[in-house]
């Protein structure tokens, strides 16, 4: 026996080739032999290939025997096996014909899956629900709380009001950057994803009826800063739980749900303020906020019946208990045994090279590892230009700007409906591609229409300035935010959160998406500018991640940032010169290989 395979035979840990345990480290002298200089190709490669079969099927055994999983060992074979060579895995020859039948229906109907996991992807909806009513309910009663709570009143000077203005309707992601973002890790430690979720829903319901009932500015500027708490962990808890629960050729859609439903939530909230617009006062603005106490306790009951995720258990050596998670997550044991392993695998490897750290040491990798310097700097990107597209300012002012256009205040709540409706409708088309044409195209897709659109809004406020009440500026400033909304949605609306779930490393999966989280005329053309920044920041600097494994991203972030920008740019002159200048060019060699890594969608 090879004296390496002895030795890992003797630690318990799955025997691994040299070769591919030292890609994990990201040492520099290593790089020549992980990627193929002369065509820019990164080969991707399974901790398992070439492990002979022998030695993998006593690793196997070693495996079960050491997580009393013995009872299991011949799914737990027959998945080893197909996770060493998914692209042979029907050639198998221990499987037996129902089990081909499952792994063949993974490319041919990835829609069928059990419902455990429809019910789960449910509960990250309603949760990804919450997140977006939250933001949106505000934005009616906040056209009536500033004046029943004495913000807009003469005791304070114009700026003064600004500024208590921004704080009050701010106070949730003031909450987020500086601490609701980074409670993630000890929370998820301690209380696991679901508790997690169940935690801050409950926050969430509870700063709800506070906002309900607050009587002066401060006391509603606490209630929204506690409610951040709350958004903080769940906007960086949910979509990591449903990354780790999901299969890879529909992983991308089920996380992308976070946003599909953040846009649903966004709509019900537009719908409350138009619903409660018609009351008193004093009363109105108070059952907007109080409206959204409902779905996160639907939340804190539906979690209770969700399973564990199976990355997080493997990560604590509570592997049975991941297991029967898969179990119930997979259509067949087979490929629950399949799943376990292969993650436990790279888990394991994850372990020998990060052995000893911490979260300051973790935070501190995300810096000084290039693989996940990579995959922070992409996962900045996505998530700062969603800030700095103007979406936050159209959610929480989209009616104030409806009133400086020229509508009546029941008119502008209706036209804040609007862009609620078409936020979640047009999330409908990503959500059938994002898995398909991939993260990237869909952003470099839509950014320079988010441009246009922002132009668009803005310069329309100077049509007819001197005159209130002009029907010209009224629609073309509609339509102008209309299409934002349009181009939004299947874009940087759903992308960003998707992309930070999947791009890092176990081990770093918590800080890194805290990290990724924590972040008229003048103002629109301000936004549009950074549409266009972002275009060439996704462009250079963006890895594919469509329908690879969690464990298969660490080889695309292996990838050098230089000749992934060298390339990119290579392609985008390609694609120009073919689609606009329309010269006939021979295609360009593919910068990904190891087609068989790819899962097809």
């Known amino acids: 026996m090879d004296p390496k395979a002895e030795k890992n035979v003797q630690d318990d840990t799955p025997y691994v080739d040299a070769g591919k345990a030292e890609a994990y480290e990201d040492r520099p002298s290593r790089r020549p032999t992980q990627i193929d200089t002369t065509n820019l190709a990164a080969v991707f490669e399974n901790p398992l290939a070439g492990v002979p079969k022998d030695q993998l099927m006593a690793d196997v055994e070693t495996f079960c025997k050491k997580y009393d999983l013995i009872d299991h060992i011949d799914e737990f074979r027959k998945g080893a096996l197909v996770a060493q060579n998914p692209s042979q895995a029907l050639d198998v020859t221990e499987l037996s014909e129902q089990d081909r039948i499952f792994i063949e229906r993974e490319h041919t109907h990835k829609w069928s899956q059990p419902w455990q ?11 990804a629900a919450v997140q977006g009513m939250d933001e949106t309910v505000n934005n009616g009663a906040q056209a009536i709380y500033l004046k029943q709570l004495n913000i807009t ?10 500024n208590l203005t921004g704080l ?3 106070a949730p992601y003031l909450a987020c950057a500086i601490l609701g973002c980074w409670l993630t890790e000890p929370l998820n430690a301690l209380f696991a994803r679901r508790g997690t979720i169940f935690l801050s829903c409950f926050i969430a319901a509870v700063a709800s009826i506070w906002e309900g009932v607050a009587n002066s500015w401060v006391n509603l500027f606490i209630a929204r800063f506690v409610l951040g708490l709350g958004i903080g962990s769940k906007s960086t808890t ?9 299969p890879a050729p ?17 709509m019900l909230g537009n719908i409350m303020g138009v619903a409660f617009g018609g009351l008193s006062d004093d009363l109105s603005w108070r059952l907007m906020l109080g409206s959204t106490v409902v779905l996160p306790i639907i939340v804190c009951a539906q979690v209770y019946f969700c399973p564990e995720s199976p990355r997080w258990l493997i990560q604590r050596d509570r592997v049975a208990k991941a297991y029967q998670s898969f179990q119930t997550l997979r259509p067949s044991d087979v490929q629950a045994a399949r799943d376990t392993y292969y993650t436990y695998v790279g888990v394991e490897i994850e372990r020998k090279v990060n052995h000893g750290k911490n979260f300051f040491t973790q935070f ?18 996505v998530m700062f230009m969603q800030q700095f597209c103007a979406v936050n300012a159209i959610a929480y002012y989209s009616t104030t700007i409806f009133i400086s256009s020229g509508y009546s205040t029941n008119s502008a709540l209706l036209a804040s409906m609007g862009t609620g409706i078409l936020n979640w409708v047009f999330a409908i088309p990503a959500f059938l591609t994002i898995d398909t044409w991939g993260r990237r195209n869909l952003l470099l897709f839509t950014f320079p229409f988010l441009c246009l659109s922002l132009l668009w809004t803005g310069f329309s406020f100077w049509i007819e300035p001197d005159n209130p009440n002009s029907k010209a500026r009224v629609g073309m400033v509609t339509a102008g935010m209309y299409l934002f909304e349009v181009f939004y949605s299947p874009g940087e609306g759903p992308v960003p959160f998707t992309y930070s779930a999947e791009a890092f490393p176990l081990h770093v999966r918590d800080v890194g998406m805290s990290w990724a989280t924590a972040t008229p005329q003048g103002a629109f053309g301000f936004y549009a500018a950074w549409c266009i920044i972002g275009w060439f920041l996704v462009l250079l600097f963006m890895p594919e991640t469509k329908a690879l494994t969690l464990e298969e991203l660490d080889q695309v972030f292996g990838v050098s940032t230089r000749k992934h920008a060298r390339y990119q740019l290579k392609n985008a002159s390609w694609h120009f010169r073919v689609w606009i200048l329309r010269q006939k060019l021979e295609p360009l060699e593919p910068f990904y290989k190891g087609a068989e890594k790819l899962m097809e969608s």
């Open 153 to 162: 009143s003469e005791r304070f000077s114009q700026n003064m009001i600004d």
């Open 364 to 381: 501190r990798d995300l810096f000084t590892v290039p693989r996940n310097r990579r995959a922070t700097l992409a996962t900045w990107i």
């Open 117 to 127: 996991l429809y019910f789960l992807a449910g509960m990250c909806s309603l949760a």
């Open 250 to 266: 529909i992983r991308g859609a089920l996380v992308m749900m976070w946003q599909m439903w953040t846009a649903f939530g966004i």
């Open 238 to 246: 949910v979509p990591v739980y449903a990354a780790e629960c999901s």
């Open 168 to 170: 009050v309707v701010g």
